[in-house]
């Protein structure tokens, strides 16, 4: 089906960037209000080529063009306590994603405490998701430190289960001497109603869906010495319900996923060096004799490391792990139980790569990821786990553009 | 490098924790509920390197990414950048709850200097 309508839906996303481009440098200007409305936005390419399986497309031995992001936003500034923001997202991403425009967030934050030692507030509406250091801008690209994140933890294949949730959110800084430390408690109800955020957890073709309480998100960041350092706690809860469709051979299961991330990064003048360690908690349960129930957890680290080469270049370097299970990290009772490959249980992938900012709008990046495992692969774009290769290599290509 | 404001803000100093909130885009308020507004000189520029280093003592590079991590989050807003000293003097100047810097040897008797400590 979708070629036409997928055709349509980027050429509507590049017309809806290209005419608030040309508005940009028409009017050379954004802020409204005296600088209290404001709208920005980016657009980004990335073509990817693998040397076995597919990610974002079919990209096995060839060059895939179906990975590409285009975001806008506006924020208005009411009052000194008063902000409202909303986003817009176009995504496309092989098999997950069809670029269709959505809202990426759409939020109230109201600060009615704020003094010179700190502040307080809630943001009401669909707000993003606290996870690790990168999650709440994870699709934009120039705030990210590589093509792709560390799959190990911001997961492309189920993050909508953790992009932005709808619900409330309240936050509490402190700016002290030393740093600034925040904490912010969400609850909201997360977005599964997408064969996006069904299939990683559930598999292709099922016909049943899947429901989610509200989940809570705790997160405490303390960001010290003019973010010289950065230190993160995050902890997500996830409980969801597998509700079985007509003739579903699946019976009405239980997801519970809690994630716990410690983050850690130092910034030198010229050099990052960043870690994240997640320890995830997975329950699965009363799926029936026809899927993998149990409960074990999940383990990830990443260490990465860039370095400013020139103001304009900057160079990375990332070891980065996933594994489903801290107990089978080589996925051999896995496959024992179900007879798929045990390298799809665990990834382990070295990352370099190369980053050019032409102009503050215009970046560029080349990337190359030497993965063995197939753990963060998605099931659209690999239907047939029988096929997949444990040792394959990753190249992409990225511009992009922002206001 | 100094931090000037607007005449009628009260203060003469501040703290460099509070000084990172209001360049973080963080704290919108000052004490007499005034809003506040940021401006400041483009990344690249000498001036806001040596402000960003030195007083305010954050990276230029860290500050834009505190920036836009608020920016496309939808938790907060960048700063004004203005294009010379000449007009950072009469915008900080003319603007109430105006906050900006330019060098020592520059100051206009239209702004305040607000001390650090």
């Known amino acids: 089906m979708c070629v036409c309508s997928r055709f349509?839906?980027?050429?509507?996303?590049?017309?809806?960037?290209?005419?608030?481009?040309?508005?940009h440098t028409a009017s050379h200007a954004l802020d409204l209000l005296d600088g209290d409305f404001q709208l920005h936005g980016f657009a980004s390419l990335t073509l990817v080529s693998t040397t076995d399986n597919n990610l974002f497309g079919q990209s096995d031995n060839q060059i895939s063009k179906?990975?590409?992001?285009?975001?806008?936003?506006?924020?208005?500034?009411?009052?000194?306590?008063?902000?409202?923001s909303g986003g817009l997202l176009s995504r496309r991403a092989g098999g997950t994603d069809d670029g269709g425009v959505r809202l990426d967030y759409g939020l109230l934050d109201w600060a009615p405490m704020s003094s010179e030692g700190g502040r307080a507030g809630i943001r009401m509406g669909r707000i993003k998701t606290a996870y690790g250091l990168y999650n709440t801008t994870r699709d934009v690209p120039?705030?990210?430190?590589?093509?792709?994140?560390?799959?190990?933890?911001?997961?492309?294949?189920?993050?909508?289960?953790?992009?932005?949730?709808?619900?409330?959110?309240?936050?509490?800084?402190?700016?002290?001497?030393?740093?600034?430390?925040?904490?912010?408690?969400?609850?909201?109800?997360?977005?599964?109603?997408?064969?996006?955020?069904?299939?990683?957890?559930?598999?292709?073709?099922?016909?049943?869906?899947?429901d989610s309480k509200l989940a809570p998100d705790l997160q405490i960041l303390y960001e010290g010495a003019g973010n010289s350092y950065r230190l993160a706690f995050?902890?997500?809860?996830?409980?969801?319900?597998?509700?079985?469709?007509?003739?579903?051979?699946?019976?009405?299961?239980?997801?519970?996923?809690?994630?716990?991330?410690?983050?850690?990064?130092?910034?030198?003048?010229?050099?990052?060096?960043?870690?994240?360690?997640a320890l995830r908690r997975t329950s699965i349960s009363d799926f029936g004799p026809y899927f993998y129930n149990g409960t074990f957890n999940g383990q990830s680290y990443y260490v990465q490391g860039t370095y400013r080469l020139t103001p304009q270049w900057e160079a990375l370097l990332r070891y980065d792990a996933f594994y489903a299970d801290q107990n089978d990290r080589d996925g051999k009772d896995f496959a024992a139980a179900t007879r798929l490959p045990g390298f799809t249980r665990f990834a382990k992938d070295w990352t370099v790569g190369l980053r050019f900012d032409v102009t503050?709008?215009?970046?560029?990046?080349?990337?190359?990821?030497?993965?063995?495992?197939?753990?963060?692969?998605?099931?659209?774009?690999?239907?047939?786990?029988?096929?997949?290769r444990r040792y394959w290599d990753n190249f992409m290509l990225q511009a992009s553009f922002r206001f | 490098?100094?931090?000037?404001?607007?005449?009628?803000?009260?203060?003469?100093?501040?703290?460099?924790?509070t000084l990172r909130a209001i360049l973080g885009m963080r704290l919108q308020r000052w004490p007499g509920e005034t809003p506040v507004k940021v401006f400041v000189l483009a990344d690249e520029t000498p001036e806001h390197a040596t402000f960003s280093k030195s007083v305010?003592?954050?990276?230029?590079?860290?500050?834009?990414?505190?920036?836009?991590?608020?920016?496309?989050?939808?938790?907060?807003?960048?700063?004004?950048?203005?294009?010379?000293?000449?007009?950072?003097l009469a915008r900080v100047a003319s603007t109430p709850g105006a906050i900006g810097y330019v060098k020592a040897s520059e100051v206009t008797p239209n702004v305040r200097v607000l001390k650090i400590r």
């Open chain 1, 8 to 23: 349509a839906k980027t050429t509507a996303s590049i017309a809806l960037a290209g005419c608030l481009l040309s508005w």
């Open chain 1, 66 to 84: 179906d990975f590409s992001e285009v975001g806008v936003n506006a924020s208005w500034r009411l009052t000194p306590a008063l902000q409202l």
């Open chain 1, 142 to 210: 120039f705030t990210r430190p590589s093509i792709i994140l560390p799959q190990s933890i911001y997961f492309e294949r189920t993050r909508n289960l953790t992009v932005s949730a709808d619900g409330a959110e309240v936050y509490v800084e402190r700016f002290g001497e030393g740093g600034t430390l925040s904490a912010s408690f969400a609850y909201g109800q997360p977005q599964t109603d997408t064969e996006a955020a069904k299939v990683p957890l559930v598999g292709l073709d099922r016909p049943g869906k899947l």
């Open chain 1, 234 to 277: 995050t902890a997500l809860r996830l409980d969801l319900k597998y509700q079985p469709g007509y003739r579903d051979i699946l019976q009405a299961g239980r997801f519970r996923l809690t994630p716990l991330i410690f983050s850690a990064q130092y910034n030198a003048e010229n050099w990052s060096l960043t870690s994240e360690y």
């Open chain 1, 360 to 388: 503050p709008q215009f970046m560029l990046r080349a990337e190359a990821h030497f993965v063995d495992g197939t753990g963060f692969l998605a099931a659209q774009d690999n239907p047939n786990p029988q096929a997949l």
């Open chain 2, 1 to 17: 490098m100094v931090v000037i404001a607007h005449p009628a803000i009260a203060e003469d100093s501040m703290p460099r924790a």
């Open chain 2, 56 to 88: 305010l003592q954050v990276f230029p590079q860290q500050l834009r990414m505190a920036w836009d991590r608020q920016v496309f989050s939808g938790q907060g807003q960048y700063p004004e950048v203005i294009a010379s000293t000449q007009e950072m």
